[in-house]
C-alpha cells in the first residue's frame, strides 16, 4: 500500500442496511477523517480521530459511525442505511505535525435506494 | 465553529487570463489555510496553504494572500492553462479542533482553450 486506500470503490445498497466503508493509510499518520461530498455543498467533515483510541464528531455525524483500534485503520460505519446518505465518502489522513496538510483516499460512490 | 464562505461557485476564463477566487472564514484564531485542486472524478489535492504569520506565499503561477484583520483569503492563478479546470476548495483550520479543517463550498473553474 502507497498512500490512503478505500474500499470498495462504489456501491449500491438498500435502505436499512448496514455498510462499513474501508479506509487504510500506511504513512503512520495519528489523525484521520471522513468526509461527504455532495453537489454544491463542498466537503463536510462526519467524523474525525486525532489518534489510534479517540474519535470525535464533526459536522453531520448522524447516522454514522467509526473506530480507531489501530493507526492504519478507520472504518466508517452505517448502521441503517437511508436514501439521504447517497454521497460520495473521502478518507483523509494527516501528520500530527505542523503540515497540516490532509491525504485523500480516492473515494466511496454510495448509492442508498 | 469555524464557517468558511467561498465565491464564486463558478468562474469561466479564457486561456491565458487571471482567475481569482476568494474565501473568508468566522473564527480569528484560525491560523492554517490551504487550498485544494479537485479534478473530475478524482480525489481533492493539496495545491498551495499559507498560515496566518504570512501574507502571500506563491509558487509559481499560483498564489494565496491572507488579510486576518478583514479574515480573508484568495486564490490567485496566473496564465491560465486548460489543465487548471477543476474545482478548487478553500479551507481554514478549526483552533479549537485538533487538525480539523473546515472546508469552503468550493469553485468550479473552466478554462476555455
Known amino acids: 500500500i502507497a498512500g490512503i486506500t478505500q474500499a470498495p470503490t462504489s456501491q449500491i445498497l438498500a435502505a436499512g442496511r448496514r455498510m462499513t466503508l474501508r479506509c487504510t493509510q500506511d504513512?503512520?499518520?495519528?489523525?484521520m477523517y471522513w468526509y461527504r461530498q455532495d453537489l454544491g455543498l463542498g466537503l463536510r467533515l462526519i467524523h474525525y480521530?486525532?489518534?489510534?483510541?479517540?474519535?470525535g464528531k464533526g459536522e453531520v455525524p448522524d447516522g454514522y459511525s467509526v473506530s480507531r483500534a489501530n493507526t492504519d485503520d478507520f472504518p466508517l460505519t452505517l448502521a441503517s442505511a437511508v436514501p439521504s446518505q447517497t454521497s460520495v465518502y473521502f478518507c483523509?489522513?494527516?501528520?500530527?505535525?505542523?503540515?497540516?496538510?490532509?491525504?485523500f483516499g480516492p473515494g466511496t460512490r454510495l448509492t442508498v435506494l | 465553529g469555524e464557517n468558511v464562505e467561498q465565491h464564486p461557485s463558478t468562474l469561466s476564463v479564457q486561456e491565458g487570463d487571471s482567475a481569482v477566487i476568494k474565501c473568508t472564514y468566522s473564527?480569528?484564531?484560525?491560523?492554517?489555510f490551504p487550498w485544494y485542486k479537485q479534478e473530475l472524478g478524482k480525489r481533492p489535492q493539496l495545491i498551495i496553504d499559507?498560515?496566518?504569520?504570512?501574507g502571500e506565499k506563491k509558487d509559481q503561477r499560483i498564489a494565496v494572500t491572507l488579510n486576518k484583520t478583514a479574515k480573508h483569503f484568495s486564490l490567485h492563478i496566473t496564465e491560465t492553462q486548460p489543465e487548471d479546470s477543476a474545482v478548487y476548495f478553500c479551507?481554514?483550520?478549526?483552533?479549537?479542533?485538533?487538525?480539523?479543517?473546515?472546508f469552503g463550498t468550493g469553485t468550479k473553474l473552466q478554462v476555455i482553450p
Open positions: 479551507a481554514a483550520r478549526f483552533s479549537g479542533g485538533y487538525q480539523k479543517v473546515t
Open positions: 480521530s486525532n489518534t489510534a483510541g479517540t474519535t
Open positions: 499559507i498560515r496566518s504569520n504570512v
Open positions: 483523509a489522513s494527516s501528520d500530527s505535525g505542523q503540515g497540516g496538510e490532509q491525504f
Open positions: 504513512m503512520r499518520h495519528n489523525a
Open positions: 473564527d480569528s484564531a484560525s491560523n492554517y
